[in-house]
């Protein structure tokens, strides 16, 4: 994980902490998000598991990193498509690369956004939890979402060509994911390249989900447009904002 300042520690753990507070009931199946701000809401539900403030919760993890705190911490977690589970989920909680003034977002700054999607759609309610730095948008207002932050796009090795050319029509710059300290592309917890691509033109993020989606050989991409977050923003004069 990057090195980040104590302000902004100090604004993730708020932000997971005020979500797991509001939010969380006895009983619950949680859907537990990936990232450096995600881990402090699954600490905070572990905490509470601990002290007996939070009762019978079964949680699915999003990505190793995910299952690794919640093994650390105690929490029970089981496949989505478990018996406990049933693919259903009350609540997931998860952090979010940027997030538009319509609430869209980008998600899959740590490549598990296959898993993300997958959970966020299927669960009852969606929290997103932020620094206030993931708040983006232009000045009239619309979305800036895929000029900024890279939104990834997840391909079946054997069509990592096709797509780029593909993505290239669409418009986009195409990147593939490097490894950091492995040399060659970062390879997912399916087995799959990630391409990261950017646009120098405003793009329709609901429009671009979809499009992107229709190339044969992805899998799967970082705009999340179809399920309606709650957003929890932690600002750095310590206030958390609620954007519904
Ligand atoms: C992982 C994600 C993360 O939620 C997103 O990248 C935000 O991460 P962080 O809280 O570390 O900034 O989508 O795939």
Do not use: W
């Not at 905490?47 to 929490?75: H, P």
């Not at 000045?139 to 593909?166: H, M």
């Not at 799959?192 to 499009?211: Q, Y």
């Not at 970082?222 to 750095?236: D, E, L, N, Q």
């Amino acid at each position: 994980m990057e090195q980040q300042s104590d302000k902004v520690l100090q604004m993730k753990k708020a932000a997971g902490k005020t979500a797991v507070d509001n939010l969380v009931k006895n009983g619950m199946k949680l859907g537990l998000g990936t990232g450096s701000t995600a881990i402090h809401a699954i600490r905070r539900v572990g905490e509470l598991l601990a002290q007996g403030m939070l009762r019978d919760i079964s949680a699915f993890a999003t990505s190793f990193q995910a299952e690794i705190e919640c093994e650390k911490t105690g929490i029970p977690y089981y496949p989505l498509s478990s018996r406990e589970l049933s693919g259903c989920l009350d609540l997931t909680i998860d952090g979010a690369d940027e997030v538009d003034p319509q609430n869209f977002l980008i998600k899959g700054g740590g490549g598990a956004m296959l898993i993300e999607k997958i959970t966020a759609y299927n669960s009852g309610l969606y929290a997103i939890i932020v620094d206030e730095s993931k708040i983006v948008g232009c000045t009239d207002g619309s979305s800036s979402l895929g000029t900024g932050f890279p939104v990834p796009v997840e391909v079946v090795p054997v069509a990592r060509i096709t797509v780029t050319k593909a993505l290239i029509d669409l418009g986009a710059t195409v990147t593939l994911r490097e490894g950091i300290r492995k040399a060659g592309p970062v390879i997912t917890e399916h087995g799959n390249l990630i391409l990261d691509i950017r646009f120098t033109f405003p793009v329709d993020p609901a429009k671009m989900e979809h499009e992107i989606n229709h190339i044969p050989g992805v899998v799967e991409n970082g705009f999340f447009t179809r399920k309606h977050p709650v957003i929890y923003v932690a600002h750095s004069d310590g206030t958390i904002e609620i954007r519904q």
